[in-house]
């Protein structure tokens, strides 16, 4: 008998410290959700400031910076952030515009179109699937081992890869 009245002091207990603190934490959180406006200064889960711009039922749009706006869900908002944590300030519906070079304006204007030389294969003369073209490469026989360490080169199309010990990875 003594058993059971231990038993059961402890699982009170258990629940008074673990799931009234967590029913607390969650009712704070509903309420703090249901208090955001548009307007509002918030952090999000990701450690991302951001201006709450409109409110849904599920969903809100946040500005991350002027002119960069995304869609979250109301969950992902941790709290209302303070303006003393802020390092940066934005000035409200005004973005800075870089100065363009010629190589970006040039890269802009639109090219004229080129009519394409040829003749377009089709019907019976064109092949039915990918797998009636040759490939332009044959696949690499090189077998990569959970640890390899590959290295990609941009500009490059080859991946050049070590395992842990420095060396080359197997062939088949």
């Known amino acids: 008998m003594e058993i059971l009245l231990i038993m059961a002091v402890f699982i009170g207990l258990m629940y008074f410290m673990m799931v009234v ?3 607390k934490r969650a009712e704070q959180q509903r309420k703090m959700l249901d208090s955001l406006e548009p307007g509002s200064r918030v952090l999000l889960n990701s450690g991302i400031f951001g201006t709450i711009r409109a409110r849904g ?3 809100l749009v946040i500005e991350l910076a002027p002119g960069v706006e995304v869609t979250v869900l109301k969950q992902t908002v941790v ?3 303070n303006p003393d944590e802020e390092e ?5 519906d005004q973005i800075a515009a870089a100065p363009v070079d010629s190589f970006v304006a040039d890269s802009l204007e639109q090219a004229p ?4 030389e040829g003749e377009l294969t089709t019907g019976e003369d064109a092949p039915a ?4 073209t040759e490939p332009a490469e044959q696949p690499s026989d090189t ?3 959970p640890g390899d360490n590959a290295i990609y080169q941009p500009g490059s199309n080859e991946v050049s890869a070590t395992d842990d010990a420095g060396e080359r990875p197997q062939e088949r």
Not at 129 to 132: H, T
């Open 143 to 145: 077998i990569y081992q």
């Open 113 to 116: 179109a080129t009519p394409v």
């Open 88 to 92: 940066f300030e934005y000035a409200e």
């Open 57 to 59: 039922e599920q969903q």
């Open 129 to 132: 699937d990918a797998a009636q």
């Open 79 to 81: 709290r209302t952030a």
């Open 21 to 23: 603190p967590q029913k």
